[in-house]
């Protein structure tokens, strides 16, 4: 009895982790709104009531494939980077730009996440206010705290912000633009040690521009 139940339960969580990949790539290639749990389920050699069982419906499922790819980058590359709390601004910064660009362009990803989340970007469902609340604005307060601490006595609400944007769009850059600048720099493959390079750059340039202001 003991050994059915391990089963099952290995069974469920199985068929969770294969909605979740199927349900992605589907998603990314269609759309929210044109995608269908039954195409979803057939790919996924699941029952329909999987997705009732473990997501509820067609939007917890899609709000689950967003949140396990945002989470799984979490943990394989957190803000702090193993830094203690009181560890100067400067390496929290350093530390907290090459996680965010670890997060977005690391190659292991698959292939379909990156069509997934510029769909949501282009046509956002409600999805993206939960990530909003649950997944960027701790990201975007962690980062703020940080600026905060390096402009010190010049901190304001407003600058905070400006420069919070402004590192933040620097990495950016480097996801939204990858199609034209492979293209046009093709030595650069975004390989681990070209993030590097970048997390490198992107501090420092960032400091100067934020000790120019403080």
């Known amino acids: 009895m003991l050994n059915v139940?391990?089963?099952?339960?290995?069974?469920?969580?199985?068929?969770?982790?294969?909605?979740?990949?199927?349900?992605?790539?589907?998603?990314?290639?269609k759309g929210f709104h044109n995608a269908t749990i039954r195409e979803i389920c057939d790919r996924a050699q699941a029952?329909?009531?999987?997705?009732?069982?473990?997501?509820?419906?067609?939007?917890?499922?899609?709000?689950?494939?967003?949140?396990?790819w945002c989470?799984?980058?979490?943990?394989?590359?957190?803000?702090?980077?193993?830094?203690?709390?009181?560890?100067?601004?400067?390496?929290?910064?350093?530390?907290?730009?090459?996680?965010?660009?670890?997060?977005?362009?690391?190659?292991?990803k698959p292939a379909w996440l990156s069509q997934l989340m510029a769909r949501e970007i282009a046509e956002p469902t409600a999805a993206l206010d939960r990530l909003i609340a649950e997944v960027y604005r701790p990201l975007a307060d962690h980062l703020a705290e940080i600026i905060r601490s390096l402009l010190g006595?010049?901190?304001t609400d407003e600058k905070v912000?400006?420069?919070?944007?402004?590192?933040?769009?620097?990495?950016?850059?480097?996801?939204?633009a990858k199609p034209a600048i492979v293209r046009m720099t093709p030595e650069f493959t975004y390989t681990p040690a070209d993030l590097e390079t970048l997390a490198a750059h992107i501090t420092q340039f960032s400091l100067g521009g934020l000790r120019q202001l403080s």
């Open 5 to 29: 139940c391990f089963k099952q339960a290995f069974d469920m969580a199985d068929t969770k982790q294969r909605l979740l990949e199927v349900a992605g790539e589907v998603f990314a290639e």
């Open 47 to 68: 029952n329909i009531a999987a997705v009732n069982y473990h997501y509820r419906d067609k939007e917890g499922l899609y709000f689950g494939v967003l949140e396990y």
């Open 153 to 155: 006595a010049a901190a």
């Open 161 to 176: 912000w400006l420069c919070s944007r402004s590192v933040l769009g620097q990495c950016l850059y480097y996801y939204y």
């Open 71 to 108: 989470r799984l980058g979490e943990k394989e590359f957190p803000l702090d980077n193993g830094l203690a709390p009181n560890a100067p601004p400067e390496k929290r910064l350093e530390a907290f730009i090459r996680s965010f660009l670890f997060r977005i362009l690391d190659k292991s």
